[in-house]
């Protein structure tokens, strides 16, 4: 699975969008973007993922650059329930003949904090 | 739907006993993962199964042991705890055919 940094630690205004960065420049061509979050004392939770396409669900979009190097996570309007670790993780889609069984390699992610 | 339940919430273990913490979940999933995370770390995968009667070793899988008898349950077993095995303990599950996994509650296990 590719090396993916994070900058540790990002604020942000409650109501202003959050644009979390994460560069993945080894990344294959195989390879997904996910993200997850994990707020303080929870299970992580999975937001989005892509391959190269932009992507936009309920929670969040995701941003990749054309040459697939980095990406960024974007929270429209930040709320208070926001603030959490953001881990970007590059890997083989299981569904896509991955094999590494679906196991999520975590780093030490992103500390997001929505801010009033 | 409940989703994948953890238990039990808190442990505390004096160091050289054994215990079972409990994982299951309600959504059919074949796949389920054992996680530890360390205080200020990321998740490192123990243990993982494809389906019910198959395990396989993740990361770090030394002191665990786990089974696999129905979809539905994956338990964690450690032997001899060790302070090393202080840790909070997640597990996940995985739809065949998806690539989200959703995680438990977690289990916070300190080992004195």
């Known amino acids: 699975d590719a090396k993916t940094t994070q900058p540790p630690s990002m604020d942000c205004a409650e109501g202003r969008a959050a644009n979390l960065p994460c560069n993945h420049s080894?990344?294959?061509?195989?390879?997904?973007v996910y993200w997850y979050r994990q707020i303080h004392s929870q299970g992580p939770q999975y937001i989005i993922h892509?391959?190269?396409n932009n992507e936009t669900n309920e929670m969040a979009s995701l941003i990749i650059t054309e040459d697939r190097k980095s990406s960024t996570l974007i929270l429209p309007h930040a709320t208070l329930r926001d603030t959490a670790v953001y881990y970007c993780?590059?890997?083989?889609?299981?569904?896509?003949?991955?094999?590494?069984?679906?196991?999520?390699?975590f780093g030490q992610g992103t500390i997001l904090t929505v801010h009033p | 739907n409940a989703g994948v339940t953890q238990t039990p919430k808190f442990r505390i273990l004096k160091i050289g006993q054994s215990m079972t913490l409990q994982c299951t979940q309600d959504?059919?999933?074949?796949?389920m993962y054992w996680y530890r995370q360390d205080p200020g770390m990321g998740l490192k995968l123990i243990y993982y199964s494809v389906g019910a009667g198959i395990t396989d070793k993740g990361e770090v899988p030394n002191g665990y042991n786990v089974s696999r008898s129905t979809t539905e349950d994956f338990p964690l077993r450690l032997e001899l705890a060790a302070p090393s095995q202080t840790s909070v303990y997640f597990c996940a599950s995985r739809e065949g055919g998806t690539d989200t996994q959703y995680f438990g509650p977690g289990t916070r296990l300190t080992v004195l």
């Open positions: 959504m059919n999933h074949n796949y």
């Open positions: 892509g391959l190269k």
């Open positions: 080894t990344i294959s061509g195989n390879e997904y």
């Open positions: 993780i590059v890997r083989q889609s299981p569904t896509s003949g991955g094999t590494s069984y679906g196991k999520l390699t």
